[in-house]
């Protein structure tokens, strides 16, 4: 099964309540393997039709990669999934050596849950705008002349509220920081629900 795995402390306690039903990703591909052997249309059917060369990281940047998770597909839900440590606290997302745990109301499991994947869509973001390409491939262009206005925009709320943050100013902020909004930048929306049980 694959993995989402999160690490913003900021979306922890929608995770924990498990109000959190979107997340959005990267629609480029750094990552892929140098010493793939298949076809062309092999090669970009797996990791982009399109390609740059990234000058400040000398990176080849796949553009145009399919979808990481499909409409009706299981996926775990992970915190923090690379740390050798596997309860956390419930305040902060910090770990707790598995030899001093405190009582389990204080903390949490790295693996939250199970989700099913209800929606995959495409978006455009950059620091004064969005664009929303649903599934119909139809473009919703949206043009923000400052932050004030995006904190309002119901569009952007939305995104932000299922994706667990307090605002849609939390939400730019964080993905400003983690990818560079200022070259605007396609990214994957997944949507899902939480499997009874998990």
Not at 146 to 154: C, E, F, P, Q, V
Request: positive net charge.
């Amino acid at each position: 099964m694959k993995v989402l795995n999160f690490s913003v402390v900021g979306i922890l306690p929608s995770l924990l309540d498990k109000s959190k039903v979107q997340t959005i990703r990267p629609a480029w591909n750094r990552n892929w393997d140098k010493t793939f052997t298949g076809t062309n249309t092999e090669f970009m059917d797996k990791y982009g039709n399109h390609f740059y060369f990234d000058a400040k990281t000398g990176d080849i940047i796949g553009i145009n990669p399919p979808p990481r998770f499909k409409v009706k597909e299981k996926v775990k839900i992970m915190w923090k999934q690379g740390s050798k440590y596997t309860c956390f606290s419930r305040d902060n997302g910090s770990p707790y050596p598995d030899n001093f745990l405190p009582p389990a109301k204080y903390i949490f499991s790295k693996t939250l849950g199970t989700v099913e994947i209800t929606e995959v869509f495409k978006i455009l973001l950059w620091r004064t705008g969005i664009s929303i390409e649903k599934i119909n491939h139809k473009m919703e262009k949206f043009e923000f002349f400052n932050h004030a206005t995006l904190m309002i925009s119901r569009l952007m709320w939305d995104l932000a509220e299922r994706d667990g943050f307090n605002s849609s100013k939390e939400l730019f902020k964080v993905l400003d920081k983690m990818y560079d909004l200022s070259p605007s930048k396609e990214f994957w929306v997944y949507r899902w629900k939480w499997l009874d049980g998990s």
